[in-house]
């Protein structure tokens, strides 16, 4: 099995920074692209960065300038360096990952999320 572990949310306010990690576990292969989400109350859940085996990243538009996505390979982890957050960051923050498995089976799979919260 592979699993993925968050950690780093929390209340913060306006004008900070946090970090999150997410770290994959389990019979692992190879991890290719690696991403994290979000999902406000009553929203969609939208990509906020990602990051392929290759470090080529992507950001949305309403983060770039403000956060950073990187990876450890060695640790199979991906890391997000959220600063200057805003109200509008509240959410809940989901890893994803694409990782083949030990049996070359190839899955999207998804962390638990975890919270974070900007105060005013």
């Known amino acids: 099995q592979v699993r993925l572990v968050e950690s780093g949310g929390g209340l913060v306010q306006s004008g900070g920074s946090l970090r999150l990690s997410c770290a994959a576990s389990g019979n692992i292969l190879n991890v290719y692209t690696m991403g994290w989400y979000r999902q406000a109350p009553g929203k969609q859940r939208e990509l906020v960065a990602q990051i392929t085996s290759d470090t080529r990243t992507t950001y949305a538009d309403s983060v770039k300038g403000r956060f950073t996505i990187s990876r450890d390979n060695r640790k199979s982890t991906v890391y997000l360096q959220m600063n200057n957050l805003k109200p509008d960051d509240s959410a809940v923050y989901y890893c994803?990952?694409?990782?083949?498995?030990?049996?070359?089976?190839?899955?999207?799979?998804w962390g638990q999320g975890t919270q974070v919260t900007v105060s005013s």
């Open positions: 994803n990952a694409d990782i083949r498995n030990t049996q070359r089976v190839t899955t999207s799979y």
